[in-house]
């Protein structure tokens, strides 16, 4: 026997695989004085055949190796059961939940099929069907998941109170009880070889008896655990089913605990819709707010504007009083100082407050006109006759007003037509 545990699982698990037949143990007997000549599979065959109950030693020894693997995936799905019947029975926020559901679908059904006492659990998934006639996006599951956050908000907590029920929800009790018995069947097979062995005489350094006891001792009494556990799940299971009020008959703990997990998963996908409905709505109103205040900024900035155009008004009646004493000629009989006053405020009027020449407008460019027209010298004025004069210059004085007089004529002339030509 494996005392040392030195042979793996998967190489037992490949040995059940050859165990040889009533056939090939007959044919091999027939040469076996050809023992010598046969190859070493045949030869490995022909040893085991040797071995009295080969094929129960075997069995038996690879369900001590497997039975702590069983176990532990067995008494999960049990535990999960009765766990989750607990639940379902003490959780004060589930109760809670199916009476709001209760009453709100007495008050959609009033009348004859609006005084119900009670309703099926199969129908606890309906309500997230059950969609409103003005958003199709909100359902019925979103409308009472409101109504809990205003006026019950611990409800929210109830998948806190079941936390076994998506473990349960995958248990199938059948195979559940086909397993355990699986469990229970190779227990008592391999007590049933141990019992033969000690019936017969042992083989010198044979260490399958003692090594067999010692595990079924153990194993029995986890076994004896495994299956008063799946016992008490199958009483909880029923004291469930009756609460609710469904029977055992039609209803297997996959599909009972299957309804609960189906409901906690679309309470979730809710509560999260609602979040993002709710996150979107504050992002929309921030937006608007913000398109308000940029629309209000820029209605004061136009209004600025706006003011701030009265004076350019003022400028353009200066400018059309200009071109007219420019077209008479009475500009070049104005005092010179004057002139450089009208110039200077006609530049500084084209820079802006910031230092920044404004743009090419139409009035922008009449400033323009205007500072090139003032940047035409005036004549000067011809000095009266002084005393100091002498009489006889008095004829080259008439010559030199004469002269003065024509210049000053074709000047006007040319400084209309280029006028002319920039308005």
């Known amino acids: 026997m494996d005392e040392r545990e030195e042979l793996a699982k998967d190489m037992l698990e490949q040995l059940l695989k050859f165990i040889p037949e009533k056939s090939d143990i007959d044919l091999l007997e027939e040469h076996k004085h050809e023992l010598d000549r046969m190859a070493r599979a045949d030869r490995f065959l022909y040893d085991m055949s040797r071995i009295d109950h080969y094929q129960q030693r075997l069995q038996s020894l690879f369900f001590k190796k497997k039975f702590a693997e069983r176990l532990a995936e067995t008494k999960p799905k049990v535990e999960a059961l009765v766990c989750a019947s607990r639940e379902v029975m003490r959780s004060k926020h589930l109760t ?8 709100l679908g007495n008050f959609l059904n009033k009348g004859q099929r609006g005084n119900a006492y009670g ?62 018995y699986s469990i229970k069947s190779g227990l008592k097979a391999l007590e049933a070889e141990l019992q033969y062995q000690q019936s017969r005489p042992r083989d010198r350094g044979d260490k399958f008896i003692p090594v067999v006891s010692d595990f079924i001792t153990v194993a029995s009494f986890s076994f004896s655990e495994l299956e008063d ?19 055992q008959v039609h209803m297997q703990p996959d599909e009972f605990f299957g309804i ?11 509560r999260q819709d609602l979040e993002n409905m709710q996150r979107r709505k504050e992002e929309e109103e921030k937006r608007a707010r913000m398109e308000a205040m ?13 003011n701030a155009g009265g004076g350019v008004s003022e400028e353009v009646g200066e400018f059309d009083d200009l071109v007219s004493a420019l077209r008479s000629g009475e500009v070049f009989d104005k005092d010179l100082s004057k002139l ?8 500084n009027q084209l820079v802006d407050s910031s230092g920044r020449e404004r743009p090419i407008t139409k009035q ?4 323009t006109v205007v500072s090139v027209v ?39 002339r040319r400084n209309r037509s280029e006028i002319r030509t920039m308005l």
């Open 96 to 103: 809670q939940i199916l009476e709001v559901v209760l009453a």
């Open 229 to 247: 556990l799946l016992n008490e799940a199958k009483e909880k299971f029923a004291k469930s089913l009756k609460h609710f009020g469904e029977e």
């Open 364 to 367: 922008g460019k009449q400033d």
């Open 294 to 306: 940029l629309k209000d900024q820029r209605e004061r900035e136009r209004r600025a504007k706006k």
């Open 119 to 180: 309703f099926k659990v199969s129908s606890l998934n309906k309500i997230v069907d059950t969609k409103s006639s003005i958003d199709r996006n909100i359902t019925m599951l979103h409308y009472l998941i409101m109504i809990f956050e205003k006026n019950y908000p611990n409800i929210l907590n109830v998948q806190q109170d079941l936390l076994s029920i998506p473990d349960a929800a995958k248990v199938n009790l059948a195979e559940l009880e086909k397993d355990v």
């Open 374 to 412: 003032l940047a035409v010298k005036p004549f000067p004025q011809v000095p009266p006759h002084t005393d100091g004069i002498p009489k006889d210059d008095a004829g080259d004085e008439s010559e030199m007003q004469r002269k003065h007089s024509t210049s000053r004529n074709t000047i006007r």
């Open 260 to 270: 609960f997990d189906t409901f906690l998963q679309s309470f979730n996908e809710a």
């Open 340 to 347: 450089k006053r009208n110039r200077k405020r006609s530049v």
